[in-house]
Each structure stands twice: as structure tokens, then as C-alpha cells.
């Protein structure tokens, strides 16, 4: 049974942590599940002073992706909290990603808000919404809009970035890296 509500979410999650193969203690870790529309589909705290870990969950996140492909954002949670844990820091480094492998965990927290990106008119109000980086994301100097014919720019929401060729997407996309 996949977990329904947050409760569950949290209460699956601990459950979950115990059977990864990580060595992480785990009763130094808080769980907390987060309503915010936050584009991260989990984070991990970490508190200097006490060393306390909290994971947070992003419902959203974990509606969209379901509980299956959601394990991966706990085991790259966790990861997190292993590198704090062992190092007292951790980012998204070599260390991190041997890690994550083992545990077959993404090393990107994978952002997963809907609709990211926009495919914008120059000319006229026309938009469209695009979740992923498309050809006409890639590559908007090859469309045209379908309204008034004028050339389309795309714009990334939550950085405010925005390109109108594929050089230019280029550029946005290493800029922003993880905050793609
Ligand atoms: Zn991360
Ligand atoms: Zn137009």
C-alpha cells in the first residue's frame, strides 16, 4: 500500500531508511514533510550544533513521482545525511556520488515543479508550458509561434533565465545546473 497521506509518507519513509544498506544513525535523523512549493523533491538539514539531520519531504513531489520512484529522493536524502554524519558536511561531490551509486540513488535532488519552463511569444501573449527540455526548449530559434508567426524565447520560472537559441540554452543550462 503506498502511503496516502503525510503521516503515512513520513512513517513509510522511516521504515524505508532502516532498510538501506547506509551506515547512518538514524535516530539522529528528524523527518519532516513539507507543503511549500518548494521545486526540490526533498532536502536535508543539518544542524551544526546539535549534529541533528532532518530529512524533509516534499508532498507534492511525492504525488507526482509515486512512492516507487520516490525511494530514490530518500536514498539520495539519506546520502546527505551520511556525508553530515561522517564529515560534517556534503554537497553533490565525488564522496557524495560514489555513494550514491552504491545505493543506486540519484545524485541530483531532481527538481520536479510543474511546468518549469515556458515557451513565450516575443510579440503576442502566447505560452505554453513545458515541463522538460524539449527540441522547441533547446532549440526555440527553430519555432515560430503559432499565433502571430513571430520567433518564441523560452524562459526557466524560477531563475528568471531565458534564451532564444540553442547557444543561449546552453549557457542558461550550465549557469543553472542544479537548478535546472
Ligand atoms: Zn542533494
Ligand atoms: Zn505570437
Redo the contacts with the bound molecule.
Sequence with gaps: MEPTTREELLTAAERYARTVPIEVDLSGIDWECSDRAVRRAGA?IYNRRTGNVTIRLTWSAYRSFGWEEFTGTIR??LT?AWEFQQFGESG?GGR?AEKARELDAPR??RSFSDARLRLCCSSCDREARRYRASKAVKRPAKRRCGSCGSRYHVKHVESGHSWRTHAGYLIARKKLDEDW
Excluded: A, L, P, Q
Aim: proline share 0%.
Design positions: 536535508c539520495h536524502e546527505h553533490h557524495f541530483h535532488c
